[in-house]
């Protein structure tokens, strides 16, 4: 089969050269067949793309050893599910998948323009041609881009999925990044198809402004996914961490968002066009760029690939068509000058632009600190993005409050009172109300004070939240107040839900708003978190079954929780697969805690904790090699709060000697074959005592986040269903 998947990369590759080809021929001659032949080779091409797909993904499931990915990335003892979402879990098959999103919406936005015969559609083809021709290209030439390797001789086992990636989050967060990702190639080629060929009436900004928001709404989507993966997965108490891969994906989305707002005002005013075609660029290139971080191997992170051969190749890539689109824009600039100027920076317009400004700023500032290694010898971490990050985000969040208050051409003093007024004066009472609720019921550190500074960014960030929640509700107000008054027989509901149909843009833009101010009101949270480390002492108990038992009595007093600790189990987790007998390639060791957590004398939860050790087999001999730790964190989650622990190392009990290889000792002692007397010699290899440590974190607010997320998805299907406003053909041959 890797011989059936190569040919169908290969056509793929003989058809996009074809369609790039003839659609030069038609657009140097003017000659409508040969666009049309370009046109229809490029709509072929997915479905070979898809056929490719299908090729790996039988592999995968047949547990094909005679294909390099499927022996690095898969194992016949995965469950059925984690076997076909392996898929995008290496390098190769990723760059497959990327490349068959690329081709589905290209065949998507082809069928869209079938009618049109702009002279920019034919550019678009070219260009959409061209770029799913270098991804083809990859997977025909370079090793580390080919899904369809052969292994030789043909491996003895899978190495298996990576554990971190066997969870439900990480299993949906990459492909819709992946649809983030690649979609914003879309209104780019729609975008440059118009600058290259010199057509830029408005009409081209109505066609991508959908395209635009689908890309926004899944790089947001995914990121957040990213966030609860990471939150509930890696045991570390956080959700952000501000590595090299979460900003890659970080980076496109606030261009994104930029680019969706910047272009109201050109619609609306006429201004922006020049920078407006320099963020469509930005964005599909730092899309680009985001892919080849993870895939290059030049900054490592948890997502990341290992190093490949294809990091060259891309980095020209994006460079050259940076270079080239960017250089178009400048040749065109006198064709984009604005239709008017900038008439007042508190206007609506000026918010608008400082919004693009510090978006685009803070791209900036990212994409330093994740070449810092490269750049510094040293590598920028979470302090360093958060010294300028978060009052970066505090401002951005006045703006998206202060912003729908504003009016078009007029500065804020000439509408204070009448829009900002009671929103300003409710965000002043909600920060002080903010300011009795946390210093009431958050959990105090014991022995020291908080940062001072981080205190007083939460504070502006709840007041500001509340001054942004207030305008979006005065909006609203006035909004079904107009409507009622127009139609009286309207309820207060239907009006409502009338006034957001009728106008999705604005009255479901402050939805989004809305679950924004939610998130960073979690974020805020932040401030208050308090992280600290326990160990706890446990004694070895007598063997009564498969598992391996420690006993505690030990307590620990925290920020007014007790945490009262009890068991530690050494035990057997079958990986689900294909069923069969207990074995050395299907058993994963876990070790797991329970402890009882009391707010004064009141028991609130039972919480079990682990550490699992998968384990790695040798590809070549099927022999088991060693153990690949990941965390289980337990959460206990609250309304204020969230009491959060993951079991650490376990150590001897005199903390001096080597710590105990137990996952390997109950190896042993699990899969030692005769009678009793056998396995009691491998039981007494035990420590008798052991010490086991417990991170414990208290994160206040976090609920807020998960709450906002899901909003945000909720609105972002909104505002993409076709649902409520009318859509208006636009004047140009654009059609959608």
């Not at 009141?602 to 384990?615: M, N, Q, V, W």
């Amino acid at each position: 089969m890797n011989n059936l998947g190569t040919i169908f990369l290969s056509a793929s590759l003989a058809i996009l050269i074809f369609s790039a080809l003839q659609t030069i021929y038609g657009i140097l001659y003017k000659e409508r067949k040969g666009v049309e032949l370009g046109r229809l080779a490029l709509m072929t091409n997915p479905f070979v793309i898809i056929l490719a797909f299908i090729v790996l993904l039988t592999q995968l499931v047949r547990s094909d050893y005679s294909n390099y990915y499927v022996v690095m990335h898969s194992s016949e003892h995965l469950p059925l599910f984690y076997k076909m979402t392996s898929i995008w879990s290496g390098s190769s098959g990723s760059l497959l998948f990327w490349n068959l999103i690329l081709n589905v919406f290209t065949f998507i936005v082809l069928w869209q323009t079938r009618k049109s015969i702009e002279d920019r559609i034919p550019m678009m083809n070219l260009i959409l041609a061209v770029l799913s021709g270098f991804f083809s290209f990859l997977a025909v030439f370079y090793g580390d881009a080919q899904p369809f390797r052969e292994f030789v001789p043909e491996a003895a086992a899978g190495r298996g999925l990576n554990p971190l990636l066997q969870h439900w989050a990480m299993i949906i967060h990459p492909p819709i990044l992946y649809i983030g990702y690649v979609s914003i190639s879309i209104p780019f080629a729609i975008a440059m198809s118009a600058l290259v060929s010199g057509q830029l009436s408005e009409d081209w900004m109505k066609f991508i402004r959908k395209w635009t928001l689908f890309s926004w709404f899944f790089l947001g989507t995914g990121i957040l996914l990213g966030s609860k993966w990471a939150y509930e997965e890696l045991g570390w108490g956080g959700y952000w961490a501000w590595d090299p891969v979460e900003n890659a994906s970080l980076m496109p989305w606030l261009l994104t968002s930029a680019f969706v707002h910047s272009v109201v005002i050109q619609e609306r005013r006429g201004m922006l066009k020049f920078w407006n075609m320099l963020l469509v660029i930005l964005a599909f290139h730092f899309s680009l760029l985001g892919t080849w971080i993870t895939r290059s191997g030049v900054l490592e992170g948890p997502h990341s690939f290992s190093k490949s051969t294809i990091g060259t190749p891309f980095i020209v890539y994006i460079i050259s068509s940076f270079l080239f689109f960017t250089g178009f824009v400048i040749y065109r600039r006198k064709h984009l000058t604005p239709d008017r100027n900038l008439e007042a920076i508190t206007s609506k317009e000026g918010s608008f632009l400082l919004n693009n400004f510090l978006l685009v700023l803070s791209t900036a500032a990212i994409l330093l600190g994740v070449f810092s290694p490269l750049l510094y010898g040293k590598e920028f971490k979470a302090p360093w993005f958060n010294s300028w990050g978060v009052p970066a985000g505090i401002f951005l969040l006045l703006l998206m409050g202060s912003a729908p208050l504003l009016a078009w051409r007029k500065g804020a003093g000439a509408v204070f009172l009448s829009t900002l007024l009671k929103p300003f004066l409710f965000g002043i009472f909600g920060g002080a109300v903010y300011i009795l609720f946390y210093s009431q019921n958050f959990t105090k550190p014991d022995n020291k004070y908080g940062d001072v500074l981080a205190e007083v960014y939460s504070v502006l960030t709840v007041g500001i939240g509340m001054f942004t929640i207030a305008g979006i509700v005065q909006e609203y107000y006035r909004g079904i107040k107009a409507r009622r008054d127009e139609h009286k027989d309207e309820s207060l509901f239907k009006a409502g839900l009338n006034l957001m149909l009728k106008n999705k843009r604005r009255y479901g833009g402050y939805l989004v708003h809305f679950s924004l101010v939610l998130i960073f009101i979690g974020y805020a949270g932040n401030a208050f978190k308090i992280n600290t480390s326990v160990r706890f002492f446990y004694e070895l108990q007598p063997p009564t079954s498969e598992e391996i038992i420690y006993q505690s009595i030990d307590k620990a007093m925290i920020g007014g929780y007790q945490i009262e600790a009890t068991t530690l189990k050494i035990k057997p987790v079958l990986i689900s697969g294909l069923g069969g007998e207990p074995n050395i390639q299907n058993v994963i060791v876990s070790q797991e805690a329970s402890y009882g957590i009391y707010r004064g004398l009141d028991k609130i939860a039972t919480l079990d904790t682990e550490r699992r050790f998968y384990p790695q087999i040798s590809h070549l001999t099927g022999d088991f090699e060693t153990h690949i730790p990941t965390s289980e964190p337990a959460i206990h989650s609250m309304a204020k709060e969230d009491f959060y622990i993951q079991l650490g190392a376990i150590e001897t009990s005199d903390l001096k000697s080597e710590n105990p290889d137990l996952p390997l000792m109950f190896m042993q002692y699990y899969f030692t074959p005769g009678n009793q007397t056998d396995k009691l010699k491998s039981f007494l290899n035990f420590p008798r005592q052991i010490v086991a440590n417990l991170e414990v974190w208290i994160n206040p607010l976090v609920k807020l986040i998960w709450l906002g997320s899901v909003l945000y998805f909720l609105t972002g299907i909104f505002l993409l269903l076709p649902i409520g406003e009318k859509r208006k053909q636009p004047k140009g041959n654009f059609t959608v």
